[in-house]
Antibody, heavy 116, light 107 residues
Framework: DVQLVESGGDLLQPGGSLRLSCVAS????????MHWVRQAAGKGLEWVSV???????WYAGSVKGRFTISRENAKNSLYLQMNSLRAGDTAVYYC??????????WGQGTLVTVSS | EIVLAQSPATLSLSPGERATLSCRAS??????LAWYQQKPGQAPRLLIY???NRATGIPARFSGSGSGTDFTLTISSLEPEDFAVYYC?????????FGQGTKVDVK
């Protein structure tokens, strides 16, 4: 079975940095695009970033220049380096497996809280 | 940027009733639309992809239709476990966008 497990969420102050991780199992990680999607409490889903199989990267405008997505195929791992964090970045962050136009598997999420 | 508008925001129905959820795109997206279900405290789950294809393990009571700018998710007869929030989603070049969601709750 496909499994995605996120970690790294924390409470931190505005301006801080954090690195999220997602470990994948049950499929050939290197063969899939991988995404980060976030959800603020009580709000809808917001796509954050994608990294392709050849490590091309794309970002939502709200995080471009502050967040960096990366992957380490040897460790079946996806990362999200988040810098210059703002209160508006407070959310549950999900990693999701991409299938071109859509996401077919999701992790359970990790909570990032940015507050002074 | 393509915007997705879902309606209604909330749908109050009883078990056994038919649910019809709408998703309208601001520009034509051919058939590249997906639907997800999310229950409280859980991750989203893929229901429908490419407008009308059911994902693995999704019951036949869920169906998707539409193309261009207007799409519909239909639940033919609501089961107790179907009360949840539903999101539509599309890809526009290298950006992925979600609708704001429709909550299906118990009448």
């Amino acid at each position: 079975d496909v499994q995605l497990v996120e970690s790294g969420g924390d409470l931190l102050q505005p301006g801080g940095s954090l690195r999220l991780s997602c470990v994948a199992s049950g499929f050939t990680f290197s063969s899939y695009d991988m995404h980060w999607v976030r959800q603020a409490a009580g709000k809808g889903l917001e796509w954050v970033s994608v990294i392709g199989t050849t490590s091309g990267t794309w970002y939502a405008g709200s995080v471009k220049g502050r967040f960096t997505i990366s992957r380490e195929n040897a460790k079946n791992s996806l990362y999200l380096q988040m810098n210059s964090l703002r209160a508006g970045d407070t959310a549950v962050y999900y990693c999701a497996r991409g299938r071109g136009n859509y996401f077919d598997s999701w992790g359970q999420g990790t909570l990032v809280t940015v507050s002074s | 940027e393509i915007v997705l508008a879902q309606s209604p925001a909330t749908l109050s129905l009883s078990p056994g009733e038919r649910a019809t959820l709408s998703c309208r795109a601001s520009q034509s997206v051919s058939s590249s639309l997906a639907w997800y279900q999310q229950k409280p405290g859980q991750a989203p789950r893929l229901l429908i992809y490419e407008a009308y294809n059911r994902a693995t393990g999704i019951p036949a009571r869920f169906s998707g239709s539409g193309s261009g700018t207007d799409f519909t998710l239909t639940i033919s007869s609501l089961e107790p476990e179907d009360f949840a929030v539903y999101y539509c989603q599309l890809r526009d070049n290298w950006q992925w966008t979600f609708g704001q969601g429709t909550k299906v709750d118990v009448k």
